[in-house]
């Protein structure tokens, strides 16, 4: 909780503890002790220390009881620390685990739609995440989701904290930082890092909104220092250099003051014209001041150094340096502007108090600054060379780590003013950048590249946390086995894995914090509304792993460079790029920046061009002080390299296949949508014809009416007169789906379809000369042939129809038949009937059919060809002689076809035998006609089917003989009637 001035709590701090234990030890005055430690200083590097201090257990580093303690206690036991260089680091309890908290975004208007969250709060420190993706979860249309992660899709995660989304940033600040600030006020180092994909609030926690009340962690610090420390500040010529040393400045105000947005228009006219519009923009930071203050040693004076660097494609540049035109010609248009990266240089351990190495960047500028708002305005100075610089020109999204560190300088006031009376510590606030995958977010050329190198440094930062759980976790192990069973630390440590630290350019410079004495705290940001549920558990994953990282580890030493390695490599171990980097003169890597400005307010919208020349780091410089390095086992480094060579080589694989896989998925769904677009004009077309055909046949109708002339007749008479028509329709669709044209009938196009209509006469051709000769016309059951089901059909008259039309018919005939004749003539017909079938039996295999010789014959279809010599009407014996037409609509043309090609053949020959038959029965009537008067009854009559017109002649003689008694059914130019005693004699003939 925070606190206001005057009442600031004094937690019992690691610090604290170390301080009581150093005055209980030496009971020496104060100025006992500065002489120790000055004696201290002035002792060779490494060598022996005169006091060692021995760490304990940390009492209680709680938080909120933390914030809640009395800072007044702490401040009063507080005194003038014994500097003492420790002789060995011995692994005990003094370590305390990373402290991750989660912090929960909002959802905001331009997140669009809310969808329900996938991270659900369960206590103050837990939270589960649910794969939205999740199996048997379905999608708004009820559909399984397709579920692409291979993250578990329910997962608990534990946390030092959560805060919800409705966190305010002060509470937020109290909770998580403020211990941070206490430590670096009693002169503990800290960390804090704030980790999560993009858009998640990493920007926000650090920085801040732009409305009352959002300032960040980054602004809230620097009001409590300053408030802390007020009226206490120095005015000493001493400065910070490296990462634990203190030094006189070359002069008085040298170092004193860094650069200021007040004086930026004189002192960087290009940066000024550049960012004209930004210079005038005030944001929450600048207002909103956080009132905190924090009880501090008041025997002591202070002073605050502010450093701005950011690590951007592995690469370090300093965001507080001068920026100025280079002398280079240049670009078309716009600004050149070179920046240089800076080189990551192992401090000396004689910097240190407690003998610790580690790295600082070489040549990052520290400014003074004594003020928050000074403070302020020189982080926004650094904000705006980042801006220049393209890292947040191009894109919202941060695309480089940014670190502030915030050097604390505290001497007592009792003490000469010397280097050796000087304490510093530091707190690093760090803006990762985002860590979402490429694989998502499809990038490529740069930002593919800037991608790779986030992700590598987060990589690292993973890695490093793993290995060093796993060593903390091994010599845990061995300290907690029984006395006699455990091992020598010594033995222990060289079993260690070496952490991967300089692997990459973050963890290298922040591998202090890890190793040395510092406390660190990690903010995980989530966006729970995002999609990106893979992104996430992998960060939520990363932090459970961190929060068992237990820092101050003993056992890390800073590894040698590169340059160094390659040298000492054995020959036949590949050496990695880096490795060989030393060798090669640098190449300057230029991009091109577009600078967009205004445009909100009322204010003018302009864009300025620049291009950026970032020279690498001088590696020479580099090289010589790495000769403090200890040597290491040159293979072991190698082999090292050789991994990180080979992971580098696995991500690059990674990402080629994740751009594969998007490829040939966008490819599949193409193809996809190709396939079904033609199925649909396929079945568009198959409906077109449909409809075109009913309307074929409704012309037919109303033409029909026409030529019929019913318009105006009574109702009766057009009902009959239409069923008349509707029986003629059929015949002539049976007649068209029998005959040469049957292609016609299955039109691929609404071409066929009208050239089948025009090609064809009218269907009622022939039909008004019947109407007029009061001949009754042909029945559809009595010439209607069987065709293939399907939708092209159903204009058809139905088989039951058909079957019902028949019945009907021979009742009929019995009717007016009736008798012992009928009886035998049925016989008779039954007789012929299978003599017809053994015969077609005989000449075909795949289909049975037979002369419809129990009833009338149908007409010939005149527009058969004249090699068609009938198209007599057939009926099949039962279901099964029916033509099976697959019902794929791929094959029903082909079905079709065949079928009616068999037909063909069928009719031909039954056509050839009849018309035999036919002759045979001409003859004999000829013969027997002294013989058979025209006395002949009707009961003798028999019906033949016959297919062709080339019996006219015998059919006038014959209808002469018996011209009262024809069928009711009528006779016409396909009829033979036979008197019945000349069929039985002629097939006995036979
Ligand atoms: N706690 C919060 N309350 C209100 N708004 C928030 C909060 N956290 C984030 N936002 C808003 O969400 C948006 C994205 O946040 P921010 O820019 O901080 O994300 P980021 O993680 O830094 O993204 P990047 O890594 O791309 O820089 C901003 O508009 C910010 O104002």
């Known amino acids: 909780m925070a606190t206001t001035r005057g009442k600031a709590p004094a937690p019992p701090t690691r610090a604290s503890t170390r301080t009581t234990r150093a005055t209980s030890q030496t009971t020496a005055p104060a100025s006992t002790a500065r002489t120790t430690r000055a004696a201290t200083k002035t002792a060779p590097s490494g060598g022996a220390a005169q006091t060692t201090t021995s760490r304990k257990p940390l009492v209680n580093r709680d938080n909120t009881t933390e914030a809640k303690a009395p800072v007044a206690r702490k401040a009063a036991t507080k005194v003038p620390t014994a500097r003492a260089k420790p002789v060995s680091v011995p692994v005990d309890n003094d370590r305390e685990p990373i402290k991750a908290f989660l912090r929960l975004r909002p959802h905001i208007h331009v997140d669009g739609p809310t969808t329900a969250p996938y991270l659900e709060t369960l206590t103050d420190t837990s939270v589960q995440m649910s794969d939205p993706n999740r199996d048997g979860a379905l999608t708004e249309n009820n559909r399984p989701r397709f579920r692409p992660s291979t993250a578990a899709p329910t997962s608990i995660y534990t946390f030092s904290h959560v805060f919800a989304a409705s966190t305010l940033q002060a509470e937020f600040f109290t909770k998580t930082t403020l211990p941070l600030v206490r430590g670096l006020l009693d002169g503990e180092n800290g960390l804090l890092f704030a980790y999560g994909v993009t858009n998640s609030g990493k920007t926000f926690t650090m920085q801040g909104g732009t409305t009352e009340g959002s300032a960040g962690i980054l602004p809230r610090t620097l009001d409590v220092i300053f408030n802390s420390i007020d009226g206490l500040q120095s005015k000493s010529r001493y400065r910070p250099v490296r990462l634990h040393g203190v030094e006189l400045g070359d002069g008085p105000g040298t170092y004193t003051r860094g650069p200021s947005l007040d004086n930026l228009s004189s002192e960087e006219p290009v940066l000024a014209q550049v960012l004209a519009e930004h210079l005038e923009t005030s944001d929450a930071s600048t207002t909103d001041i956080d009132p905190t203050v924090l009880s501090v040693d008041r025997n002591h004076e202070y002073s605050i150094w502010l450093s701005y660097a950011e690590v951007y494609n592995e690469k370090i540049y300093d965001l507080l340096a001068d920026v100025s035109e280079t002398d280079k010609p240049t670009a078309a248009q716009g600004l050149l502007l070179t920046r240089k990266a800076l080189p990551i240089r192992p401090s000396p351990p004689s910097d240190s108090p407690d003998g610790l190495n580690g790295k600082y960047v070489s040549g990052l500028k520290q400014a003074k600054v004594e003020s928050a708002a000074e403070a302020k305005n020189l982080v926004k100075l650094g904000q705006l060379h980042r801006r220049v610089f393209g890292t947040l020109a191009n894109s919202q999204s941060s ?592």
């Open 399 to 990: 695309r480089s780590h940014g670190m502030v560190t915030i050097k604390l300088l505290k001497k007592h006031r009792g003490e000469r003013d010397e280097p050796s009376a000087y304490h510093t510590a530091r707190l690093t606030l760090v803006d990762l950048a985002g860590s979402e995958r490429t694989k998502h977010t499809q990038t490529t050329g740069d930002r593919l590249k800037e991608a790779g190198n986030i992700n590598k440094s987060l990589m690292v930062l993973g890695q490093c946390m793993e290995v060093m759980r796993s060593n903390q976790r091994r010599v845990a192990q061995s300290l907690a086995g029984p006395k006699h069973e455990r091992s020598d630390t010594r033995d222990i440590k060289k079993f260690l894995a070496v952490v991967p630290f300089r692997h990459s350019k973050l963890t290298e410079i922040l591998m202090d914090y890890f190793v040395g004495d510092g406390r660190v705290v990690m903010i995980v940001n989530v966006n729970p509304y995002d999609t990106g549920f893979d992104e996430n558990s992998h960060v939520m994953k990363f932090a459970a792993l961190a929060k068992e990282v237990h820092t101050l580890a003993p056992v890390q030493r800073a590894p040698p460079s590169p340059t160094k390695m390659s040298q000492n490599v054995p020959s036949g171990i590949p050496v990695p790029q880096r490795a060989r980097i030393g060798s090669v003169a640098p190449i300057p890597h230029s991009r091109k920046v577009t600078i967009s400005t205004g445009g909100q307010g009322g204010r003018k919208f302009s864009q300025t061009q620049v291009e950026v020349l970032e020279e690498d780091e001088d590696e020479d410089q580099s090289e010589d002080e790495d000769d403090n390095d200890e040597p290491l086992n040159p293979l072991v480094e190698a082999l090292f390299d050789e991994l990180e060579n080979m992971r580098l080589q696995l991500f690059d694989a990674e990402m080629r296949c994740a751009i594969i896989e998007a490829d040939t998925r966008e490819e599949v769904m193409q193809e996809m949508e190709h396939r079904i677009h033609n199925m649909e004009k396929m079945f568009a077309r198959r409906l077109m014809n449909e409809v075109e055909q009913n309307e074929m046949k409704m012309d037919a109708k109303i033409d029909m009416l026409h030529r019929s002339g019913l318009f105006g007749k009574t109702p009766g008479k057009a009902r009959r007169v239409v069923e008349d028509l509707e029986d003629e329709e059929d015949i002539k669709m049976s007649i068209i789906a029998e005959g040469s044209e049957d292609e016609s009938l299955y039109p691929q196009s609404s071409t066929d379809v009208q050239s089948s209509r025009s090609n064809t006469a009218s269907p009622l051709a022939g039909k008004g000369k019947r109407i007029k000769n009061k001949k009754q016309p042909p029945r559809a059951s009595e010439i209607r042939m069987r065709v293939p089901s399907g939708p092209e059909h159903s204009f058809l008259p139905s088989e039951d129809d058909t079957a019902t039309e028949t019945d009907s018919r021979r009742d009929s005939d019995e009717d007016d038949d009736g008798g012992d004749e009928d009886d035998e003539d049925d016989d008779e017909d039954e007789d012929e009937e299978t003599e017809m079938e053994e015969s077609e039996d005989s000449e075909t295999s795949d289909a049975e059919w037979q002369p419809n010789s129990g009833k009338e014959a149908s007409r010939s279809a005149k527009s058969a060809g004249p090699s068609s010599r009938s198209t007599g009407s057939f009926v099949a014996k039962s279901e099964a002689d029916f033509f099976t037409v697959p019902p794929s609509p791929v094959f029903a043309k082909d079905a079709k076809t065949q079928s009616m090609r068999a037909k063909q053949g069928l009719t031909q020959r039954a056509s050839g035998k009849m018309y035999a038959l036919a002759e045979d029965l001409e003859k004999m009537a000829l013969s027997e006609d002294a013989e058979a008067p025209a006395s002949a009854t009707s009961k003798g009559k028999r019906r033949f089917t016959r297919g062709t017109a080339g019996s006219r002649s015998s059919r006038a003689k014959l209808s002469l003989e018996a011209p009262e008694e024809w069928d009711e059914a009528g006779a016409d130019d396909s009829t033979i009637i036979v008197p019945a005693k000349q069929s039985q004699a002629s097939k006995k003939k036979r």
